[in-house]
């Protein structure tokens, strides 16, 4: 069966300092990943969404980025973090073959301070 | 206009009544519907996809009308454990998979 990883669960970051983010997924091949940001009280955004190895597309600006090193492997990363920054980010996979569901991870939380 | 409005609640109920969410979403296009559940500071969880004749699992049955473009979820006898938030999901059509959230519906079941 398939399951997706993230870590850290929880992060406490200074403004402006970087951030990494890793998202792994285990019993598939060559998923489509998404990175989604949830605020307190919000609905989700999606931030950054993957098709394949090296391919990325975003959908909002910011100061974020997003890469995919390894099929199964999608890093969520920011060079200086701002307050706004703050929130529930998570990553979800979703099969070639079944492109109408995704599936979650545990999520990481992020505070800046 | 928000592309996917729910109620955001929330609903007080007792243990075995029966509740029902609403849905609203915008783009006409869409052909792909979902709940997922939430709970409080984890993960959403997808709960079920909702076709177009309507489907039913075990306490839960999702209806959708396309004509009003309108997706409910029905819980009968509630229980404790469905206490969540509800998150109403729609794609939208055109190019990937693009699942628009919406801002969910929170449910608190007492005894």
């Known amino acids: 069966s398939q399951t997706i990883h993230q870590w850290p669960a929880t992060l406490v970051q200074p403004v402006g300092s970087p951030l990494s983010l890793e998202c792994t997924v285990e019993g598939t091949s060559n998923p489509n990943l998404y990175w989604y940001r949830q605020a307190a009280g919000r609905g989700l955004q999606l931030l950054f969404y993957s098709v394949g190895i090296g391919q990325i597309s975003s959908e909002v600006p910011q100061n974020l980025s997003a890469s995919r090193p390894q099929d199964r492997q999608f890093i969520l990363s920011s060079k200086k973090l701002l307050l706004s920054d703050s929130g529930f980010y998570l990553c979800a996979w979703e099969g070639k073959d079944r492109t109408d569901t995704q599936y979650f991870g545990p999520g990481t939380r992020l505070t800046v301070l | 206009r928000k592309e996917v409005e729910q109620d955001p609640g929330p609903f007080n109920v007792p243990e075995g009544a029966t509740v029902a969410f609403n849905c609203t979403y915008s783009?006409?296009?869409?052909?792909?519907f979902f709940w997922y559940r939430q709970d409080c500071r984890k993960e959403p969880k997808l709960l079920m996809s909702v076709y177009s004749s309507g489907n039913e699992d075990g306490r839960f049955t999702a209806q959708l009308n396309r004509a009003s473009q309108y997706i409910s979820l029905l819980i009968r006898d509630s229980k404790l454990s469905d206490s969540a938030t509800y998150l109403c999901?729609?794609?939208?059509?055109?190019?990937?998979?693009?699942?628009?959230f919406g801002a969910g519906t929170r449910l608190a079941v007492h005894p």
């Open positions: 999901v729609v794609n939208r059509a055109g190019g990937y998979n693009k699942l628009i």
């Open positions: 783009n006409s296009a869409s052909q792909s």
